[in-house]
């Protein structure tokens, strides 16, 4: 059976050592009294739960997955889960990182950030219910009227109540300009809304009293295409005048997705029934709102695969270690026993570093972008604020697919150290693979992602965002460029930046002949600039580590190590990569559909 211990220590080396969170923290007034104990004490507690109590649920939750009642539309969460979720809002849980005029306790999102990867390291699937309550306090919070904020955010705060978001129709997905829900103002300033969603991860459960669904729809007299979507709160029972689940709404549960994976998580096809919602935001606006949602979604996506990839590499590496087969081509290394352990073969070494350098390397980048995050939120520099929102806007898309796509790497070449075991269902590995794979689809494909770093957040602003952490980039490279221990790292990270900063020069000229350009480049660059970010923090890293390596400490041998691994063994997919990425659109559309 797997094993999760939440990898304590790199977290801190990562938050306290690489970040200097509590520094960062010192400069945001609502933070500054956020030291490194306080972040310690709430990350060695979140190790307990994830690993006491919500790991042992994993794969007995994905065995026995959720069950629906079709005549009363009521679903069941697997064994445990309910019970997980009690202890998970008696001890504070759900509002970590909430604003406490709502009951949160106003922690930092770094915090919360760190503690939702060990979340999602123990249980993906269970994760997922109250992971999307956030995304829902969120958009409420930014654009919710003052009676709505009070009357849901201390519900979702606290975790009493869940949320849900429902966007996607079985006619369209990404493309929400083709959704037909509608709705229709009613007299006491309410709407009925009419309509079928699908897909609606946690969208009905028996953990909570009440459910909290953000749903998309049309107006009436709403414009056609994405300029006429609202966005309305439709809860599950609609509150009374004391706060409390009062008249069942007419949103139902009529059916659960029959899926590939993450089975403990309820996957809902919703229909609704004339059910009673209300505006949030302004009409035809309702993109702008739910987009606070889907960005938070997309960052937790990512750590949904970074926490996946941590444990599937925890179990690999154990595995390793104890499974005896065949003898080392260089000399037998264990003559007591019948053959070696097969961490001695090459070949197993490189598929478990590469899950442990997609580990380390996405935590280090989720950290950084959550920490950008409170620096967006919360700093008192109006300037600073801006360009902390701009490097989320930035790098939000390579989160959600560069670490999704490597979680799906990760986790598989974590079974193929199990060999065959790894397939089979009692070890683990597989469900870890089978999870992965819906990271990579949903909260907009990864092909959605690459159009949206290339085309919005690069070519349309000439590159601006990227140019600012371009700049860190280079301050980095010149600051170190002399230090003959880092040439092995300063060089590859300079000429990468050079290479990026010429294919998007190359592909912006492109475009604007022939649109398709943009689309068959797009994938493929997202990988090169996401290797660039973790080039840039390797760097880093392997420079604390180069530092403290004679320290004593292992920890830092271990981390040097992983760096040189993964700029001498993963980074040089980038050439790949650009060639691809300039080879155009020409050999892709060249055929007519009817001979592909």
Known sequence: MP???????????????????????????????VDADIINQVLEEGSKFTQDILFPLNHSGDREGCRLDVATHEVKTPEGFRSAYRQYVEAGWPALSCDPEYGGQGLPVVLNN???EMLNSANQAWTMYPGLSHGAYEALHAHGTPELKAMYLPKLASGVWTGTMCLTEAHCGT??????????????????????????????????????????????????????ISLFLVPKFIPDANGKPGERNRI?????????????????????????????????????????????ARLGVGMQSLGLTEVAFQNALVYAKDRLQM????????????????????????????????AEGGRAFSYYTAMLIDRELNHPDEAVRREAADQVALLTPIIKAFLTDNGWIATSEALQVYGGHGYISEWGMEQYVRDARINMIYEGTNTIQSLDLLGRKVLMDNGAKLKVFGKQVQAFVEEHGLDERMAEFVGPLADLGEKVTKLTM???MKAFQNQDEVGAAA????????????????????KIALDKQDSGDSFYKSKLGTARFYFAKLLPETAMLIRQARAGSSSLMALDADLI
């Open 3 to 33: 094993q999760y211990i939440a990898p304590l220590r790199d977290m801190q080396f990562v938050l306290h050592e690489l970040l200097q969170v509590d520094q960062e923290l010192k400069q945001l007034p609502p933070h500054a009294e």
């Open 114 to 116: 760190a503690f939702y």
């Open 175 to 228: 493309d929400l300009g083709l959704l037909r829900t509608k709705a229709e103002p009613q007299a006491d300033g309410s709407y009925s809304l009419t309509g079928g969603k699908i897909f609606i991860s946690a969208g009905e459960h028996d953990m909570v009293e009440n459910i909290v669904h953000l749903v998309l729809a049309r107006l009436p007299d709403a414009p056609a295409g994405t300029r006429g």
């Open 252 to 296: 139902y549960c009529g059916a659960i997705e029959e899926k590939m994976g993450i089975h403990g998580n309820a996957t809902c096809q919703m229909n609704l029934d004339g059910a009673t919602g209300w505006l949030i935001g302004e009409p035809n606006k309702g993109l702008n709102a739910m987009f606070v949602m889907m960005n938070a």
């Open 327 to 358: 003898r080392s081509l260089s000399g037998v290394k264990a003559p007591d026993k019948a053959a070696d352990p097969i961490i001695v073969h090459p070949d197993v070494r490189r598929m478990l570093l590469t899950a442990k350098a997609y």
């Open 506 to 508: 190359e592909i912006g």
């Open 523 to 542: 994938v493929p660059y997202l990988r090169v600039v996401g290797h660039l970010v973790f080039a840039y923090f390797f760097a880093r890293m392997a």
